[in-house]
């Protein structure tokens, strides 16, 4: 953002899509849910694409350094490490 000066917003993301339950199913792999992720395929996913579209930020020069299961094996890493500071506990 030491390049960027317009007033609006600016998309921040990979530039890559997937599913609630394929997210669900990482995070589950990454704290180590072992149980059943239910589904109920009668009910709509919300909006079939979350992609956000990053076009201005890569024209800024900007790319990801950190994969999203990279980034959240170290956002729950930080979290057990923290839980007691921010008043949670960790599910394991």
Known sequence: MRV??????????????????ELATL?????????RIATDPSKPD???RKLLDTTKLANLGWKPTV?????????YAWFIDHAGEVGARPLA
């Open 46 to 48: 919300g909006t079939p």
């Open 27 to 35: 995070i589950a792999r990454i704290i180590g849910f072992t149980g």
């Open 4 to 21: 960027y000066s317009g007033e609006s917003h600016v998309n921040v993301g990979s530039g890559s899509d997937l599913t609630i339950l």
């Open 67 to 75: 994969a999203l299961e990279q980034g959240l094996a170290d956002t």
